[in-house]
């Protein structure tokens, strides 16, 4: 374990179901052993359900907060995972939303990984930036003006603030690598 992100915090958000388990998990344990951290937020508060593959049940999760009253200025990354459900249930949460545009408005980062792109589009914040998603994304990420590009971690630091990308869980390590630097840097 080394401590090269003491100090830093990072906010994870998520639904209470439909989660990809590994989109969640292995970020949240990777930061932690940086040193950083980690605060899981639900829309709910209280226990959430992971899935692997979105078709299969896996564990519950307890957060350690709701969304909802949650502050971008308490944070230093947001980190949005995937899960067709969970990314479909947040994109319509209007807390969800506001955290995101306020991130993205005190130039902060924040990190989608697979489906979680989804809530970047409804709180309008994809416009003129390059990202990565789940292939099925893509058309819905290009109808709202970004420039979708299929890579394992994509990392765009247009319009003042960086979005750091991946498609699924097969770029976790890539991912995770990049959310560590992005926290570096911030």
């Known amino acids: 374990m080394t401590d090269n992100l003491q100090g830093r915090n ?5 639904a209470n179901a439909g989660i990809e388990r590994d989109e969640l998990l292995e970020p949240m344990r990777a930061l932690k052993a940086q040193g950083a951290t980690v605060i899981h937020a639900s829309v709910k508060g209280g226990s959430a359900q992971t899935w692997v593959h979105d078709s299969e049940k896996d564990i519950q999760v307890n957060s350690d907060a709701k969304i909802k ?3 971008a200025g308490d944070y230093d990354l947001l980190v949005i995972p995937g899960g067709t459900v969970n990314a479909d ?5 209007a807390d969800a939303q506001r ?3 306020a991130f993205s ?3 902060k980062p924040i990190a989608a990984i697979c489906h979680g792109p989804w809530l970047l589009i409804d709180a309008g914040v ?6 990565t ?3 099925s994304v893509r058309t819905d990420l290009v109808n709202a003006g970004a420039d979708w590009r299929d890579a394992q971690v994509e990392v ?3 319009k003042g603030w960086t979005l750091i990308t991946s498609r699924n869980p097969g770029d976790l390590k890539a991912f995770n690598e990049a959310l560590g630097e992005a926290l570096k840097a911030a």
């Open 10 to 14: 990072v906010l994870i958000i998520t």
């Open 69 to 71: 009253g949650l502050k």
């Open 89 to 93: 249930t947040l994109r319509q949460d």
């Open 99 to 101: 955290l995101v545009k």
């Open 105 to 107: 408005e005190a130039g």
């Open 126 to 131: 994809v416009s003129e930036k390059s990202l």
């Open 133 to 135: 998603s789940y292939a």
């Open 156 to 158: 765009c630091p247009a």
